[in-house]
């Protein structure tokens, strides 16, 4: 679990006040608990499905999270911003998922919408 200081996430992330911190090797939230507001949470699963997921609800206890299997989340910026734009287009609505505002901030942050492929085992799609 690296915080937000840790130099060895790239700068231009650290810069994202947004950014907690980055878990590498597994999710952050282990159990399940209770939310400032009630609220149950329980651990992501984090496996062969999924390169990297963004704990984007800004009342979450682990808002600001970054999560992912692989040291690629701090080397592939394609992969870090994607996830980033997650944490920063998250609005009062709490509309998650690969929204205008969220394609808005990718692009805006430096990100691309155009399909990259990763790994040999994992691309993005296209999202335009
Ligand atoms: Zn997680
Ligand atoms: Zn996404």
């Known amino acids: 679990m690296l915080p937000r200081s840790d130099l060895r ?3 231009y992330a650290r810069k994202y006040e947004e950014l907690k911190g980055i878990c590498i090797g597994g999710c952050v939230v282990k159990g399940y608990g ?16 999924e390169v990297a997921h963004a704990h984007c609800v800004s009342a979450g206890v682990w808002f600001g999270w970054i ?3 692989y040291k690629l989340i701090l080397t592939n910026k394609w992969l870090l911003k994607h996830e980033l734009a997650h944490l920063i287009a998250e609005d009062e609505t709490h509309k998650i998922g690969h929204t205008k505002k969220w394609k808005e901030t990718l692009l805006m942050i430096g990100g ?11 691309e993005f799609q296209s999202y335009r």
């Open 67 to 69: 999560c992912s299997p």
């Open 9 to 11: 996430i790239p700068a």
């Open 34 to 49: 209770k939310n400032y507001d009630g609220q149950q949470w329980y651990s992501r699963r984090i496996d062969e499905k």
């Open 112 to 122: 691309s919408l155009d399909a990259k492929s990763l790994t040999k085992k994992w």
